[in-house]
Protein backbone atom coordinates (compact mmCIF):
# COMPACT_ATOMS: atom_id res chain seq x y z
CA UNK A 1 0.00 0.00 0.00
CA UNK A 2 0.98 3.38 -0.72
CA UNK A 3 -0.74 6.90 0.27
CA UNK A 4 -0.07 9.92 -1.30
CA UNK A 5 0.27 13.25 1.20
CA UNK A 6 -0.64 16.26 0.57
CA UNK A 7 -0.90 19.58 3.01
CA UNK A 8 -3.14 22.25 4.00
CA UNK A 9 -2.79 25.87 3.72
CA UNK A 10 -3.58 26.44 7.22
CA UNK A 11 -4.20 24.32 11.16
CA UNK A 12 -5.72 24.85 13.53
CA UNK A 13 -6.84 21.42 15.47
CA UNK A 14 -7.42 20.13 18.47
CA UNK A 15 -4.89 16.08 17.25
CA UNK A 16 -5.78 13.19 19.66
CA UNK A 17 -2.17 11.99 20.73
CA UNK A 18 -2.40 8.34 21.33
CA UNK A 19 -1.74 7.14 25.19
CA UNK A 20 2.16 7.02 26.21
CA UNK A 21 3.11 3.76 24.92
CA UNK A 22 6.38 4.21 27.26
CA UNK A 23 4.29 4.97 30.55
CA UNK A 24 1.80 2.06 29.09
CA UNK A 25 4.03 -0.82 28.39
CA UNK A 26 5.68 -0.23 32.20
CA UNK A 27 2.45 0.37 33.81
CA UNK A 28 0.95 -3.15 32.39
CA UNK A 29 3.77 -4.86 34.04
CA UNK A 30 3.94 -3.83 37.00
CA UNK A 31 0.32 -4.39 37.55
CA UNK A 32 0.92 -8.08 36.69
CA UNK A 33 3.29 -8.39 39.34
CA UNK A 34 1.25 -6.22 41.65
CA UNK A 35 -1.87 -9.35 41.29
CA UNK A 36 -3.12 -7.98 37.89
CA UNK A 37 -6.77 -6.73 38.85
CA UNK A 38 -6.91 -3.09 38.68
CA UNK A 39 -6.25 -2.57 34.75
CA UNK A 40 -4.55 0.86 34.30
CA UNK A 41 -6.85 3.22 32.29
CA UNK A 42 -6.14 5.12 29.12
CA UNK A 43 -3.74 2.63 27.84
CA UNK A 44 -2.51 2.88 24.37
CA UNK A 45 -4.13 0.67 21.72
CA UNK A 46 -0.47 -0.05 19.78
CA UNK A 47 0.92 -3.02 18.07
CA UNK A 48 3.61 -2.81 20.94
CA UNK A 49 1.35 -2.60 24.19
CA UNK A 50 -1.56 -4.67 22.38
CA UNK A 51 1.35 -7.88 22.25
CA UNK A 52 2.02 -7.65 26.31
CA UNK A 53 -1.64 -7.29 26.78
CA UNK A 54 -2.35 -10.53 24.97
CA UNK A 55 0.56 -12.19 26.39
CA UNK A 56 -0.71 -11.47 29.71
CA UNK A 57 -4.15 -12.12 29.60
CA UNK A 58 -3.87 -15.52 27.45
CA UNK A 59 -0.27 -16.87 29.10
CA UNK A 60 0.16 -18.87 25.97
CA UNK A 61 3.41 -21.69 26.36
CA UNK A 62 4.84 -19.66 23.02
CA UNK A 63 4.43 -15.54 23.03
CA UNK A 64 4.95 -13.99 19.79
CA UNK A 65 6.15 -10.13 20.81
CA UNK A 66 6.15 -9.50 16.92
CA UNK A 67 8.83 -6.28 16.62
CA UNK A 68 8.10 -5.14 19.90
CA UNK A 69 11.43 -4.56 20.95
CA UNK A 70 10.18 -2.95 24.47
CA UNK A 71 7.27 -5.92 25.06
CA UNK A 72 10.96 -8.23 24.04
CA UNK A 73 13.29 -6.55 26.71
CA UNK A 74 9.84 -6.24 29.56
CA UNK A 75 8.22 -10.05 29.18
CA UNK A 76 11.74 -11.33 29.69
CA UNK A 77 12.31 -9.53 33.06
CA UNK A 78 8.40 -10.75 33.91
CA UNK A 79 8.30 -14.70 32.80
CA UNK A 80 11.72 -15.16 34.63
CA UNK A 81 10.23 -14.51 38.12
CA UNK A 82 6.50 -15.89 37.49
CA UNK A 83 6.15 -19.65 37.66
CA UNK A 84 5.65 -21.97 34.77
CA UNK A 85 7.72 -21.97 31.20
CA UNK A 86 7.64 -19.89 27.90
CA UNK A 87 9.26 -19.59 24.66
CA UNK A 88 9.49 -15.73 24.02
CA UNK A 89 9.74 -14.90 19.84
CA UNK A 90 9.29 -12.52 17.05
CA UNK A 91 9.82 -11.52 13.96
CA UNK A 92 13.15 -12.01 11.85
CA UNK A 93 13.92 -8.81 12.38
CA UNK A 94 13.23 -9.49 16.19
CA UNK A 95 15.52 -12.15 15.88
CA UNK A 96 18.75 -9.93 15.35
CA UNK A 97 18.71 -7.54 17.90
CA UNK A 98 21.19 -8.30 21.13
CA UNK A 99 19.56 -9.07 24.47
CA UNK A 100 22.40 -10.41 25.72
CA UNK A 101 22.97 -8.00 28.55
CA UNK A 102 19.55 -8.70 29.95
CA UNK A 103 19.52 -12.43 29.81
CA UNK A 104 23.15 -12.46 31.26
CA UNK A 105 22.37 -10.28 34.14
CA UNK A 106 19.09 -11.96 34.77
CA UNK A 107 20.72 -15.21 34.94
CA UNK A 108 23.28 -13.51 37.74
CA UNK A 109 20.27 -13.24 39.84
CA UNK A 110 19.49 -16.97 38.94
CA UNK A 111 16.64 -17.21 35.96
CA UNK A 112 16.46 -20.01 34.02
CA UNK A 113 16.85 -18.88 30.29
CA UNK A 114 18.12 -21.32 27.25
CA UNK A 115 18.51 -19.34 23.86
CA UNK A 116 17.06 -21.84 21.55
CA UNK A 117 19.19 -20.45 17.88
CA UNK A 118 21.51 -17.72 17.61
CA UNK A 119 23.47 -17.29 21.11
CA UNK A 120 22.35 -13.30 22.42
CA UNK A 121 19.47 -13.80 20.39
CA UNK A 122 16.06 -14.24 20.77
CA UNK A 123 13.74 -16.61 20.85
CA UNK A 124 14.50 -17.67 24.68
CA UNK A 125 12.96 -20.80 26.57
CA UNK A 126 12.53 -18.57 30.39
CA UNK A 127 11.35 -21.08 32.99
CA UNK A 128 10.35 -18.91 35.70
CA UNK A 129 10.93 -19.35 39.55
CA UNK A 130 11.78 -17.46 42.47
CA UNK A 131 14.71 -15.33 42.64
CA UNK A 132 16.98 -13.75 45.36
CA UNK A 133 17.86 -10.49 44.08
CA UNK A 134 20.79 -8.86 45.78
CA UNK A 135 23.82 -6.88 44.02
CA UNK A 136 23.86 -6.72 39.89
CA UNK A 137 26.46 -4.60 38.02
CA UNK A 138 25.01 -4.01 34.62
CA UNK A 139 26.57 -1.38 31.73
CA UNK A 140 24.69 2.07 32.14
CA UNK A 141 25.11 2.77 28.13
CA UNK A 142 22.90 -0.06 26.76
CA UNK A 143 19.71 0.04 26.22
CA UNK A 144 17.77 1.76 29.29
CA UNK A 145 14.99 -0.54 28.47
CA UNK A 146 17.01 -3.29 30.10
CA UNK A 147 17.58 -1.60 32.92
CA UNK A 148 13.76 -0.69 33.38
CA UNK A 149 13.09 -4.43 32.76
CA UNK A 150 15.43 -5.33 35.91
CA UNK A 151 14.27 -2.72 38.06
CA UNK A 152 10.35 -3.45 37.62
CA UNK A 153 11.03 -6.69 39.05
CA UNK A 154 13.13 -5.61 41.75
CA UNK A 155 10.05 -5.31 44.54
CA UNK A 156 9.12 -9.11 44.27
CA UNK A 157 12.97 -10.30 44.53
CA UNK A 158 13.38 -11.86 47.94
CA UNK A 159 16.32 -9.73 48.71
CA UNK A 160 14.79 -6.29 46.45
CA UNK A 161 17.95 -4.83 44.29
CA UNK A 162 20.80 -2.92 44.37
CA UNK A 163 21.47 -2.06 40.59
CA UNK A 164 24.89 -0.79 40.04
CA UNK A 165 25.28 1.31 36.41
CA UNK A 166 28.53 0.98 35.21
CA UNK A 167 29.98 3.90 33.04
CA UNK A 168 28.14 6.56 31.10
CA UNK A 169 24.38 6.42 32.21
CA UNK A 170 22.22 6.51 28.18
CA UNK A 171 18.24 7.42 28.36
CA UNK A 172 18.39 8.66 32.13
CA UNK A 173 14.99 9.57 31.16
CA UNK A 174 13.11 6.31 30.84
CA UNK A 175 15.02 5.16 33.68
CA UNK A 176 13.70 7.85 35.73
CA UNK A 177 10.04 6.93 34.83
CA UNK A 178 10.69 3.61 35.16
CA UNK A 179 11.33 4.78 39.07
CA UNK A 180 8.21 7.04 38.84
CA UNK A 181 5.81 4.08 38.04
CA UNK A 182 7.04 1.71 40.51
CA UNK A 183 6.43 4.62 42.75
CA UNK A 184 2.72 4.98 41.93
CA UNK A 185 2.69 1.70 42.61
CA UNK A 186 4.23 1.59 45.81
CA UNK A 187 7.72 -0.03 45.62
CA UNK A 188 10.96 1.62 47.40
CA UNK A 189 13.09 2.49 44.55
CA UNK A 190 15.67 5.28 45.13
CA UNK A 191 18.81 6.43 43.20
CA UNK A 192 20.87 5.79 46.50
CA UNK A 193 24.13 6.83 44.25
CA UNK A 194 24.78 8.53 41.06
CA UNK A 195 25.23 5.56 39.38
CA UNK A 196 23.55 2.78 41.89
CA UNK A 197 19.13 2.08 42.25
CA UNK A 198 18.35 0.40 45.70
CA UNK A 199 14.96 -1.32 45.83
CA UNK A 200 13.22 -3.22 48.82
CA UNK A 201 11.51 -6.03 48.67
CA UNK A 202 8.24 -4.63 49.33
CA UNK A 203 5.82 -5.76 46.85
CA UNK A 204 3.70 -3.68 44.89
CA UNK A 205 -0.04 -1.99 45.74
CA UNK A 206 -2.16 -2.45 43.17
CA UNK A 207 -4.79 1.45 42.73
CA UNK A 208 -6.30 3.56 39.50
CA UNK A 209 -3.78 4.87 37.64
CA UNK A 210 -4.45 6.70 34.52
CA UNK A 211 -1.84 6.72 31.55
CA UNK A 212 -1.00 10.07 30.41
CA UNK A 213 -0.54 10.72 26.76
CA UNK A 214 2.35 10.47 24.17
CA UNK A 215 5.23 13.25 23.84
CA UNK A 216 7.05 11.36 21.44
CA UNK A 217 3.73 11.45 18.93
CA UNK A 218 3.49 15.29 19.46
CA UNK A 219 7.04 16.12 18.08
CA UNK A 220 5.64 15.03 14.15
CA UNK A 221 2.81 17.81 15.28
CA UNK A 222 5.37 19.98 16.36
CA UNK A 223 7.58 19.26 12.76
CA UNK A 224 3.88 20.13 11.13
CA UNK A 225 4.08 23.51 12.70
CA UNK A 226 7.67 24.51 12.27
CA UNK A 227 6.93 23.53 8.39
CA UNK A 228 3.65 25.76 7.98
CA UNK A 229 5.92 29.03 9.68
CA UNK A 230 2.60 30.87 9.62
CA UNK A 231 1.67 32.37 12.79
CA UNK A 232 -2.19 31.54 12.20
CA UNK A 233 -1.78 27.88 12.62
CA UNK A 234 -1.61 26.35 16.30
CA UNK A 235 -2.85 23.09 17.40
CA UNK A 236 -3.87 21.67 20.68
CA UNK A 237 -3.42 18.43 22.21
CA UNK A 238 -5.42 17.31 25.54
CA UNK A 239 -4.16 14.93 28.07
CA UNK A 240 -0.52 15.76 28.57
CA UNK A 241 1.59 17.05 32.02
CA UNK A 242 3.86 20.52 31.86
CA UNK A 243 5.74 18.29 34.40
CA UNK A 244 5.89 14.91 32.74
CA UNK A 245 8.63 12.50 33.64
CA UNK A 246 8.22 10.91 29.81
CA UNK A 247 12.24 11.64 27.61
CA UNK A 248 11.18 13.23 24.97
CA UNK A 249 8.64 16.23 26.76
CA UNK A 250 11.65 17.88 25.92
CA UNK A 251 11.00 18.14 22.58
CA UNK A 252 8.87 21.21 23.82
CA UNK A 253 12.42 23.00 24.75
CA UNK A 254 14.13 21.71 21.10
CA UNK A 255 11.22 22.98 19.14
CA UNK A 256 11.15 26.17 21.11
CA UNK A 257 14.84 26.65 18.87
CA UNK A 258 12.52 26.74 15.68
CA UNK A 259 10.45 29.14 17.37
CA UNK A 260 7.55 26.74 18.25
CA UNK A 261 5.85 27.84 21.45
CA UNK A 262 4.38 25.87 23.80
CA UNK A 263 1.65 26.87 26.77
CA UNK A 264 -0.16 25.02 29.38
CA UNK A 265 -3.98 25.15 30.21
CA UNK A 266 -3.37 24.34 33.97
CA UNK A 267 -0.28 25.43 35.00
CA UNK A 268 -0.11 22.58 37.92
CA UNK A 269 2.51 20.55 36.99
CA UNK A 270 1.15 17.64 37.68
CA UNK A 271 -1.67 17.28 35.95
CA UNK A 272 -3.93 16.09 33.01
CA UNK A 273 -4.22 19.45 30.94
CA UNK A 274 -4.26 20.86 27.27
CA UNK A 275 -1.44 22.09 25.89
CA UNK A 276 -1.36 24.44 22.99
CA UNK A 277 1.26 24.78 20.13
CA UNK A 278 1.75 27.71 17.76
CA UNK A 279 4.92 28.97 15.36
CA UNK A 280 6.85 31.87 15.62
CA UNK A 281 8.88 31.65 12.62
CA UNK A 282 12.74 32.82 12.92
CA UNK A 283 16.12 31.86 11.24
CA UNK A 284 18.12 29.01 12.83
CA UNK A 285 21.23 28.89 11.48
CA UNK A 286 22.30 25.41 13.23
CA UNK A 287 21.62 22.82 15.26
CA UNK A 288 23.78 20.98 17.51
CA UNK A 289 21.92 17.96 20.11
CA UNK A 290 22.97 15.35 22.08
CA UNK A 291 19.92 12.92 21.45
CA UNK A 292 21.38 10.58 24.17
CA UNK A 293 17.96 11.13 26.23
CA UNK A 294 15.38 11.40 23.09
CA UNK A 295 16.40 8.62 20.49
CA UNK A 296 13.24 8.45 19.31
CA UNK A 297 13.34 12.47 18.04
CA UNK A 298 16.12 11.74 16.26
CA UNK A 299 14.25 10.98 12.57
CA UNK A 300 11.95 13.68 12.61
CA UNK A 301 14.60 16.42 13.20
CA UNK A 302 16.96 15.05 10.79
CA UNK A 303 13.78 15.04 8.38
CA UNK A 304 13.13 18.44 9.10
CA UNK A 305 16.65 20.36 9.12
CA UNK A 306 17.52 20.20 6.05
CA UNK A 307 14.15 20.83 4.29
CA UNK A 308 14.31 24.22 6.37
CA UNK A 309 18.07 24.42 5.24
CA UNK A 310 18.96 24.47 8.53
CA UNK A 311 22.70 22.58 8.74
CA UNK A 312 23.01 19.83 11.89
CA UNK A 313 24.83 17.96 14.46
CA UNK A 314 22.89 15.15 15.78
CA UNK A 315 25.45 13.06 18.42
CA UNK A 316 23.99 10.34 20.86
CA UNK A 317 22.81 7.91 18.53
CA UNK A 318 24.67 4.77 18.67
CA UNK A 319 21.48 2.66 19.84
CA UNK A 320 19.22 3.76 16.28
CA UNK A 321 21.06 0.81 14.46
CA UNK A 322 19.21 -1.61 16.35
CA UNK A 323 16.05 -0.22 16.22
CA UNK A 324 13.12 -1.71 13.94
CA UNK A 325 15.30 -1.27 11.24
CA UNK A 326 19.11 0.68 11.06
CA UNK A 327 17.86 3.96 11.45
CA UNK A 328 21.15 5.66 10.77
CA UNK A 329 21.13 4.35 7.71
CA UNK A 330 17.79 4.26 6.10
CA UNK A 331 17.31 8.13 7.08
CA UNK A 332 20.54 8.50 4.90
CA UNK A 333 18.71 6.69 2.42
CA UNK A 334 15.48 8.78 2.31
CA UNK A 335 16.97 11.72 2.58
CA UNK A 336 18.86 11.17 -0.87
CA UNK A 337 16.00 10.83 -2.07
CA UNK A 338 15.42 14.24 -1.51
CA UNK A 339 18.35 15.66 -2.38
CA UNK A 340 20.47 15.68 0.92
CA UNK A 341 23.67 13.97 1.48
CA UNK A 342 23.72 13.15 5.40
CA UNK A 343 26.84 11.46 7.14
CA UNK A 344 27.33 9.49 10.01
CA UNK A 345 30.12 9.41 12.12
CA UNK A 346 31.52 6.34 14.45
CA UNK A 347 27.41 5.27 14.69
CA UNK A 348 27.07 7.60 16.93
CA UNK A 349 27.21 11.29 15.12
CA UNK A 350 24.81 12.49 12.24
CA UNK A 351 25.98 15.37 10.18
CA UNK A 352 24.26 17.63 7.35
CA UNK A 353 26.65 20.72 6.12
CA UNK A 354 24.22 21.50 3.89
CA UNK A 355 25.85 19.26 0.81
CA UNK A 356 23.43 17.96 -2.15
CA UNK A 357 22.87 15.35 -4.72
CA UNK A 358 20.72 14.79 -7.67
CA UNK A 359 16.72 14.49 -6.19
CA UNK A 360 15.17 11.17 -7.25
CA UNK A 361 13.42 11.36 -10.52
CA UNK A 362 10.16 10.26 -8.30
CA UNK A 363 10.16 9.77 -4.96
CA UNK A 364 8.31 7.37 -2.34
CA UNK A 365 9.59 7.01 0.98
CA UNK A 366 10.73 3.61 1.98
CA UNK A 367 9.42 3.61 5.80
CA UNK A 368 11.77 0.33 6.08
CA UNK A 369 9.15 -1.13 8.48
CA UNK A 370 9.48 1.39 10.91
CA UNK A 371 6.51 3.73 11.81
CA UNK A 372 8.90 6.61 12.72
CA UNK A 373 10.10 6.93 9.33
CA UNK A 374 6.14 7.10 7.73
CA UNK A 375 5.88 9.65 10.86
CA UNK A 376 8.68 11.61 10.67
CA UNK A 377 8.47 12.12 6.56
CA UNK A 378 4.95 12.90 6.15
CA UNK A 379 5.10 16.24 7.14
CA UNK A 380 7.38 17.33 4.82
CA UNK A 381 4.62 17.24 2.29
CA UNK A 382 4.02 20.89 3.68
CA UNK A 383 7.49 22.36 1.81
CA UNK A 384 7.19 19.29 -1.16
CA UNK A 385 3.73 19.84 -2.39
CA UNK A 386 3.50 16.35 -1.85
CA UNK A 387 5.21 13.10 -0.57
CA UNK A 388 4.57 9.57 -1.18
CA UNK A 389 5.08 6.95 1.68
CA UNK A 390 5.27 3.36 1.03
CA UNK A 391 3.87 1.23 3.78
CA UNK A 392 1.77 3.63 5.73
CA UNK A 393 0.25 1.29 7.81
CA UNK A 394 3.74 0.68 9.89
CA UNK A 395 2.48 3.64 12.30
CA UNK A 396 -0.09 0.87 14.13
CA UNK A 397 3.13 0.10 15.94
CA UNK A 398 2.82 3.73 18.22
CA UNK A 399 0.20 6.30 16.64
CA UNK A 400 -2.78 3.82 14.63
CA UNK A 401 -4.57 6.87 14.12
CA UNK A 402 -1.81 9.16 12.43
CA UNK A 403 -3.43 9.15 9.09
CA UNK A 404 -6.73 9.45 10.33
CA UNK A 405 -6.01 13.00 12.69
CA UNK A 406 -3.48 14.15 10.04
CA UNK A 407 -7.21 14.13 7.44
CA UNK A 408 -9.00 15.69 10.38
CA UNK A 409 -5.88 18.72 11.01
CA UNK A 410 -6.56 19.03 6.88
CA UNK A 411 -4.04 16.88 5.20
CA UNK A 412 -5.29 14.88 1.99
CA UNK A 413 -4.11 11.42 1.62
CA UNK A 414 -4.80 9.81 -1.21
CA UNK A 415 -5.16 6.02 -0.54
Not at 27 to 36: E, N, S, T
Not at 201 to 211: L, M, Q
Not at 302 to 317: D, E, K, S, V, W
Request: net charge negative; charged share 25%; hydrophobic share 40%.
Amino acid sequence: MQYTIKPPQHISSTILLPPSKSISNRALIIHALAGGNILPQNLSRCDDTEVIVRALKNNPETIDIMAAGTAMRFMTAYLSVKEGEHILTGTDRMKQRPIGVLVDALRFLGADIEYMEQEGYPPLRIRGRNLKGGQLEVAGNVSSQYISALLMIGPILKNGLELKLMGNIVSRPYIDLTIHLMHEYGAEAEWTDVDTITIGAKPYTEHEYVIENDWTAASYWYEVLTLMGNKSSQITFPGLKNSSRQGDAAVKYIFSLFGTKTTFADKYQDVLTDVNIKPQPHSLPRIEYNLTNQPDLAQTLIALCPIMNIPFRFTGLHNLKFKETDRMEAMREEMAKLGYVIHTINDEEMIWDGERCERADSIVIDTHKDHRMAMAFAPLCIRLGEIKIDNPGVVSKSYPNYWEEMEKAGFKIER
